[in-house]
């Protein structure tokens, strides 16, 4: 993910806080969030990756006249093997999360306004009897605040398969 | 609320239910709050026809969202310092979620008492979906 401008909205956060089933007032009740020790509104732990919604380029999000590859009249958009960057998933295999980290140097607040920058990592492949050859690739997010100070350091793996994983029961 | 070092113990377990019988109107908020519209996620066409899931699963980020708040509830607002997992199943619409914080360790880092949790989170047969650690400022 590259964002060059996150701004951090308390709007947002109530959404994205309600999405997760998260009630905490600390998410969206300013008066109730100030009696806390956070001392205000703070987004929930996973919030940082919803920076997805300020990257021009973020694959898995239809854009404005352009190719989608989810479902109109046909069951996909595109024929090709979709994927449109990142970890895209879709076609036979596609793309999934493997893994995620967060390291806080300190919680975002509504006002903040973050720079996420992306550096590729380590790519390993390995062999899964439930989904065939898997690809994984690493990447590492900096969230950087409008004073510079690196804020989450985020750690993430993609994995592609070879084919659809087969369910555990 | 926070936690105290001094009342911390190791194998302490947090428990709290997630989600029961999860919704794909769930996955579709979630979906819209993070920017993450993958059709994997909310578009049982395209899942089942094109990529060959037997139908839509919920985003990865939504189940450690949602474990987020099981830690947050029990470490207290703006304490985490660490949190990672790995996805090790899918999540199914239908699923109910349980996930579990067990104490791994209480020590110190430079002056501060911090407790470090073994994370997980396991569906309604007892596999586990999300696996992980987080660490976070304690009281003393």
Same mark, same amino acid.
């Given at each position: 993910?590259?964002?060059?401008?996150?701004?951090?909205?308390?709007?947002?956060?109530?959404?994205?806080?309600?999405?997760?089933?998260?009630?905490?007032?600390?998410?969206?009740?300013?008066?109730?969030?100030?009696?806390?020790?956070?001392?205000?509104?703070?987004?929930?732990?996973?919030?940082?990756?919803?920076?997805?919604?300020?990257?021009?380029?973020?694959?898995?999000?239809?854009?404005?006249?352009?190719?989608?590859?989810?479902?109109?009249?046909?069951?996909?958009?595109?024929?090709?093997?979709?994927?449109?960057?990142?970890?895209?998933?879709?076609?036979?295999?596609?793309?999934?999360?493997?893994?995620?980290?967060?390291?806080?140097?300190?919680?975002?607040?509504?006002?903040?306004?973050?720079?996420?920058?992306?550096?590729?990592?380590?790519?390993?492949?390995?062999?899964?009897?439930?989904?065939?050859?898997?690809?994984?690739?690493?990447?590492?997010?900096?969230?950087?605040?409008?004073?510079?100070?690196?804020?989450?350091?985020?750690?993430?793996?993609?994995?592609?398969?070879?084919?659809?994983?087969?369910?555990?029961? | 609320?926070?936690?105290?070092?001094?009342?911390?113990?190791?194998?302490? +377990?947090?428990? @709290? &239910? *997630?989600?029961?019988?999860?919704? !794909?109107?769930?996955?579709?908020?979630?979906? #819209?709050?993070?920017? =993450?519209?993958?059709?994997?996620?909310?578009?049982?066409?395209?899942?089942?026809?094109?990529?060959?899931?037997?139908?839509?699963?919920?985003?990865?980020?939504?189940?450690?969202?949602?474990?987020?708040?099981?830690?947050?509830?029990? +470490?207290?607002? @703006? &304490? *985490?310092?660490?949190?990672?997992? !790995?996805?090790?199943?899918?999540?199914?619409? #239908?699923?109910?979620? =349980?996930?579990?914080?067990?104490?791994?360790?209480?020590?110190?880092?430079?002056?501060?008492?911090?407790?470090?949790?073994?994370?997980?989170?396991?569906?309604?047969?007892?596999?586990?979906?999300?696996?992980?650690?987080?660490?976070?400022?304690?009281?003393?």
């Amino acid at each position: 993910m590259a964002a060059k401008h996150f701004p951090v909205e308390a709007s947002h956060i109530l959404m994205f806080a309600r999405s997760v089933g998260d009630d905490n007032p600390v998410y969206s009740d300013a008066e109730a969030a100030k009696k806390t020790e956070a001392g205000g509104i703070i987004a929930p732990p996973t919030f940082a990756q919803s920076g997805a919604q300020f990257d021009p380029d973020y694959g898995l999000r239809p854009k404005i006249g352009q190719p989608w590859f989810g479902s109109g009249k046909e069951p996909t958009g595109i024929k090709r093997e979709p994927g449109g960057g990142g970890r895209g998933g879709g076609g036979g295999g596609g793309g999934l999360h493997a893994e995620q980290h967060f390291e806080y140097h300190r919680h975002l607040k509504p006002g903040d306004v973050l720079t996420a920058t992306t550096s590729p990592g380590k790519t390993w492949e390995r062999e899964s009897a439930r989904a065939g050859k898997l690809v994984f690739s690493e990447s590492v997010t900096e969230y950087r605040d409008q004073n510079g100070e690196l804020v989450i350091t985020a750690r993430g793996v993609g994995v592609r398969t070879e084919r659809p994983i087969d369910a555990k029961s | 609320m926070a936690l105290s070092a001094s009342k911390l113990k190791v194998g302490d +377990v947090h428990t @709290a &239910r *997630l989600v029961e019988d999860l919704k !794909r109107t769930q996955i579709v908020q979630y979906a #819209g709050a993070s920017g =993450d519209y993958n059709p994997l996620h909310t578009d049982e066409v395209f899942t089942t026809k094109v990529a060959g899931y037997p139908s839509v699963f919920a985003h990865g980020m939504l189940t450690m969202g949602m474990t987020g708040k099981m830690l947050t509830d029990y +470490v207290g607002d @703006a &304490r *985490l310092t660490k949190y990672g997992v !790995r996805f090790t199943n899918q999540v199914w619409p #239908g699923d109910t979620l =349980d996930s579990t914080a067990t104490v791994k360790a209480v020590t110190e880092k430079d002056g501060v008492k911090v407790v470090e949790l073994d994370v997980a989170t396991v569906n309604q047969n007892g596999v586990v979906v999300v696996s992980g650690y987080a660490e976070a400022r304690v009281d003393d």
